[in-house]
């Protein structure tokens, strides 16, 4: 099952549509470590009211019921992935500013956030902030400092999809592709009058002196990438442009557009991650792609193994001549033994008789010879 990410509220049956009992019971579980509390109305369907990364993975329903007198019981498996269609903004912003310090450069994002709230809620969108720097104006002597923000603005924000199905599979994802064209030009308009509106920020405290950082330059441009966590998996055939939320044991950095194989020395059992931390446990991973705790190790042991594994062609180099040196002196101890018994045969034999005798013994040689190398 694919759900869009903060698509309207999306319910799973736990029962078969035409299945009609009296007095069901509902059990739903997860398949994770640590099970999120799961909204479950008395129909017994699950229901996701604003469905995000981690809320994919594996769940099961198990339906009781009485029929004909008899307890009946049913299991139904679920293994649900998150996706979104493309679509977003990237802003580059251009304040200056006589100050270039974090004391003032936080109150004045804080208050930029803080302000960019009530945009967000009208436009059903999400502003994140994603960078922000400061470097001497050559332009301007009176205002020293320039500061560059750059915000990322996504269209999934909340109830930002009311007007699609989510269970109407054939015509859903038209619906969200142009739903999300025409949020992002509602939004960039939106931006562009905000900016206009909010040309200087005014920050003033009993602490610091007041400071005003005044906008000079504003840049929106569209993107068509995916979101961090998320990747082009050609998994969903109805969209196969859209991005899939990346498997445990994967990761995508935003804008990637690809799901690859964690390295080794992370892991991570969860749907969507971005970025890899190594572990801090003293636990490592024994092979890219490590998705359970299962396939961890001691720092200690795999360094143990990697050492014997280096150290395997030197005692190959030890081994083999001692192996070459006993097989020699076994070939010169059977051919001792073949002389000493040759010698020591009886010499009053017949020429006929010590002819026989001396066949005798060279068959009985050869035969000592092939049970040798049989041995």
């Not at 799973?12 to 019971?25: G, H, I, K, M, Q």
């Not at 200087?200 to 068509?224: Q, R």
């Not at 890219?288 to 961890?296: E, I, Y």
Request: glycine share 6%; charged share 20%.
């Amino acid at each position: 099952v694919f759900i869009h990410v903060e698509s309207s509220p999306y319910s799973l049956p736990c029962s078969p549509a035409e299945l009609e009992v009296a007095d069901p019971t509902y059990h739903w579980v997860q398949d994770r470590a640590a099970p999120k509390l799961l909204s479950v109305p008395k129909e017994g369907h699950l229901l996701f009211q604003h469905f995000q990364a981690g809320d994919s993975g594996k769940y099961s329903c198990a339906i009781s019921y009485t029929k004909h007198g008899v307890p009946v019981s049913q299991i139904f498996h679920y293994h649900i992935f998150g996706y979104h269609v493309l679509g977003g903004l990237d802003t580059v912003l251009l304040f200056h500013s006589k100050f270039c310090k974090d004391e003032w450069t936080k109150r004045f994002l804080w208050d930029l956030q803080k302000k960019l709230r009530q945009l967000e809620i009208q436009q059903h969108c999400k502003v994140q902030l994603t960078d922000t720097s400061c470097f001497p104006s050559l332009s301007n002597v009176s205002d020293q400092f320039i500061v560059q923000v750059q915000l990322e603005v996504s269209p999934f924000g909340p109830h930002w999809a009311e007007n699609c199905n989510p269970l109407d599979m054939e015509t859903v994802t038209d619906c969200y592709h142009r739903t999300v064209q025409h949020n992002l030009r509602q939004v960039q308009l939106a931006l562009t009058r905000f900016f206009k509106e909010h040309k200087s920020f005014h920050i003033a405290g009993a602490d610091i002196p007041s400071v005003d950082f005044t906008n000079e330059f504003v840049s929106i441009l569209k993107t068509k990438e995916c979101s961090g966590g998320y990747g082009q998996t050609k998994q969903l055939q109805r969209c196969l442009s859209c991005c899939i939320v990346c498997p445990p044991g994967t990761f995508s950095p935003p804008k990637n557009n690809q799901c690859s194989p964690r390295p080794v020395g992370t892991s991570s059992p969860i749907y969507g991650v971005a970025f890899c931390t190594p572990r801090k446990d003293g636990m490592i991973t024994k092979v890219p792609g490590a998705s359970s705790v299962t396939d961890c190790v001691k720092k200690g042991r795999t360094k143990q193994v990697g050492l014997i594994a280096h150290r395997i062609p030197e005692l190959i180099v030890i081994i083999l001549p001692a192996l070459l040196a006993m097989n020699f002196l076994f070939i010169l101890c059977s051919c001792y033994w073949f002389c000493r018994e040759y010698r020591t045969s009886s010499p009053r034999a017949s020429k006929k008789t010590g002819s026989t005798t001396r066949m005798e013994r060279v068959t009985s040689f050869f035969k000592i010879s092939r049970q040798d190398s049989q041995a």
